[in-house]
């Protein structure tokens, strides 16, 4: 039983109601669905927004180990400069002037230090010998306020080698120190950086957020782009968040990340890679913009459902008033013409739209089925040459009328052949056979009436024979044309008459034996009747099948006996003389092939047989 038996019948009745009733469930549907996809779309957005955060802190590690990196390079390379070995207070102190000014504005200061190169120091008691802050020269290096760290010290492995210090205060600013030896192994060059000076170069992907760097020992806030408090404990407490216990339980070397959602913001967070680097870079945004998109985006989904909604009402309306009431007009002309009413008349109008193409497409129809009834009623009244036979009608009905037409003209041709062939060579072999019955005592009138009766015989089994043929269904096989002629020929009485055959080896085609058989035997027979002393046989081969042309060098057949097969039909002043060439012509249509003559030097009929598709 289907949905629609189940509706009472007043929904039933009305295409309207069902419209409204669809409606209102798809309506129900997409709220639904609206629904599920807001919640699903806020949280791809929500972990697309966090994965944004932590991708943005990793890219300012990035930017700030490849600054680091930088920097060791430079302070690696202005530890060799040649202004400063060997060391001369008057020539360091303007080479240290120099330098700074031409680096960036970040760097705070640079210095000459003293030290022991196989003496262990925490770098507070060496000598600074020159320095860009010339209050310190002459003075220790722990009134720098530089703190080296704990596991280093102010000790290097070699004089390439270029330590990093801890991050420490100044006042109310932070720096962190660079230190490398110098080729002589006794000096070392130190440089400050003003940390809150590189933290300005910060970017971010949305506005208002703040950036800051941990200490990945301490979880203490090494400098923010936004503040300038010195070293804080982040959030105030650092075990009480989740990034500060992240950083407090990791070790210092192991790169940490992620991404964390707070009541009030998104905050996502990197290690900044680096050789003995253990900084972490945060990045706090605040929930209400980075989540920006997620209201929108449920905002804008809501509204779709409203417009949807809005938009199946309009659309109700407009079918009732429109479409709904040129469909009933539309059935009524149907089904007159279900019920033979082809007078019906099915206004095509002006209208391009969809109902204006379904009263073309029933106009059609209606013309469709007057051209099918008007070609039925001709072939009823067999007036094969009406025009309306001519009308190309599509589809199968078109295909079947056209195989009717077809059939039914050859059924009647073939009548009219063998009525008429059969009547004419009846009655003269009739004639003959009464004219010689007077004296059958004389041999050679005997002979006569003999002959005259093979003949009938001949003919009638020769009508039998092409009525099998033509009844039967073609069953292609691979046929070798070669051996198919020599065994119609052994066949053939050539009295005499020479016989060339032309054909490449292995020729084949994919056809009816049998009835390719009945094809080369009429041709051949007639060659050989009427050939005054040569025969021509020559095959071709071809993708799509075989040519094969029969000549010889007789008198040519008449243009009488050829009409009848163009015009495929017999009448009492055009027939042939026998079923020769009828058998010829029907066997080559049976195999789907063309059939033409030439009468110009004897006769050359020419036959193009296609390869049968075996299935």
Known sequence: MSLESALPDPVRSRYALKLLGVSLLIVLVITALTTVTVVQVSDRVRDNQLQSVETNAELEARA??????????????????????????????????????????????????????????????????????????????????INWKSTVGFNFEDTDDV???????????????????????????????????????????????????????????????????????????????????????????????????????????????????????????PRSKALAVTDRVQRDLWLVVGIVMTGFLLIGAVIQLGPIRSIKRLAGQADAIAEGDLGVDIARGNRIDEVGEVQSAFANTKAYIQTISDQAEALSRQAFDEDVLEADVPGRV???????????????????????????????????????????????HREAILAATETLATLGTRARHIDHLLSKNPQPSTVDLADRIDV????????????????????????????LTAVLRSPLENAVTYAEDRVTVSVASHES???????????????AELEPLATERETPLQHSRGLGLWELKWGVDKLGGELSFTVENGTTVVIRLPNLDAT
């Not at 992240?246 to 900044?272: C, F, M, Q, W």
């Not at 099948?545 to 243009?559: F, K, N, R, V, Y």
Request: aromatic fraction near 4%.
């Open 64 to 145: 700030l180990g490849q600054w680091i990196d930088g920097k060791r390079q430079v302070v690696r390379t202005l530890s060799n400069h040649d202004g400063l070995t060997p060391v001369a207070d008057d020539r360091t102190q303007a080479t240290l002037t120099t330098e700074l000014d031409a680096l960036s504005p970040e760097t705070a200061s640079l210095s000459v230090v003293e030290r022991s190169p196989h003496t262990d120091s925490d770098g507070t008691t060496e000598p600074i010998v020159a320095s860009t802050d010339t209050q310190f020269v002459g003075r220790p290096l722990s009134v720098t306020d």
């Open 163 to 285: 330590i990093l210090s801890l991050v420490y205060t100044d006042g109310d600013e932070t720096f962190v120190a660079l230190a490398s030896p110098m080729p002589d192994g006794e000096h070392v060059l130190v440089a400050e950086y003003e940390t809150s000076v590189r933290a300005e170069r910060f970017t971010s992907a949305i506005d208002g957020t703040d950036t800051l760097v941990l200490g990945g020992f301490s979880a203490y806030v090494l400098f923010d782009a936004n503040e300038s408090d010195g070293i804080t404990p982040y959030g105030g407490d650092r075990a009480n968040t989740t990034i500060g216990r992240t950083v407090l339980r990791a070790d210092p070397t192991t790169e940490i990340d992620g991404a964390v959602l707070t009541d009030t913001e998104v905050k996502g967070y990197h290690s900044v890679p680096g050789e003995k680097v253990d900084w972490v870079v945060v990045k706090e945004v």
């Open 398 to 444: 078109g295909e079947s009328v056209a195989t009717m037409h077809r059939d039914l003209q050859q059924f009647i041709t073939r009548l009219e052949v063998l009525n008429r062939i059969l009547r004419h060579n009846l009655r003269n072999q009739l004639d003959v056979i009464g004219g010689h019955a007077e004296t059958l005592d004389d041999t050679e």
């Open 488 to 515: 119609v020929l052994c066949a053939v009485e050539t009295d005499g008459v020479t016989i060339e055959v032309s054909a490449p080896d292995a020729v084949t085609v994919e056809t009816d034996a049998e009835i």
């Open 545 to 559: 099948g075989c040519t094969l042309e029969i000549g010889d060098d007789g008198p040519g057949i008449p243009a």
